[in-house]
């Protein structure tokens, strides 16, 4: 690879999205002398970009994201920066990279990172961003538990490339956990890729969604995320949720479906079912009977368009108050 097949690439696309196409490829490149110096054997590809490369998601992303698996290796961090430097440099761009160590001082528990801030600058670049190239690598070195692997193969630029990541149900717990407990952040990107995990059937893993809550917060409880999640829609800018996503998509007119009532009906209800049983052995102790609880909203809502599970739910529940 070289300038002419990342400015060619950049050029492929709509005059909009070429700077997006053109960090792409440098991203793409990046990946390539990572996994050539053995870089990427201790980590799992996660986030917006591996959703991009890995699984076609129609929209561009800005950093790449991983998990650290090794933690008795962390020395090899110490390469990351050496090798994404003498990329650049073999690309014929001026590199600028810096690398730190960083804690999160709002987790519950001790959450390190190591990030990897890059610029690349060249003339070919001016046509598409007048500041540069400029892409992070942030990898959590304390991850959530219970996260579940596998391993992609990338073409890029006739080279084969192993990438380990997770999962897709390990992919959209990490994104539900930023949904649930960043609230003071709305990022279309996090709503949209939340909607296309619906729309291709997946559901996330539960544990490790409980797992990554646990390290950063009171609650919600992991089960329950559909109840929580549709709770919050009913607070989210939509509109800002637009504006913030339009100028990544492919298609800038799927940003029109994200609203509310869509976003509310992809995502599905509680096991009622279960809940039931729960209740009949726990009765009035049960969670979401002794404090305010967005559950209870989905059962109603559910009731309402006439789920007969929902429906014997409710039923059971104010029989079960009655006994008060």
Known sequence: MNLDYIVDAARAVSLPLRGHAAKETLQRYLMTQLQNDGLLVDVAFIGGTA???LHQLPRYSEDLDFIWKNPTNEAALDKWSKTLTRALTKLGVVAHVQAKRAEKEDAKVRKRFFVVYLLAEAPAFK??????????FEIDLDPPSHTEGEVKTLAIAGNQVTVPTLNLPSLMAGKLHILLTRKD???GRDWFDYAWYLRAGILP???????AIAQTSDGPEARFWMSYLRERTQTVNWQNVRNDVKPFLEDPAAADRLNEVSISHLTPYPDFPALMTELHELELKHP????ENPVWADIESAALEGIEEAIECRSLIADLEKKV
Request: hydrophobic letters at 40%; charged letters at 15%; proline letters at 4%.
């Open 185 to 187: 952040r709305e990022k």
């Open 205 to 211: 893993n539960v544990p490790q969604l409980q797992s």
């Open 51 to 53: 959703l991009r490369f």
């Open 288 to 291: 979401i009977l002794t404090a």
């Open 127 to 136: 046509a598409f961003t007048s500041h540069g190239l400029q892409i992070s």
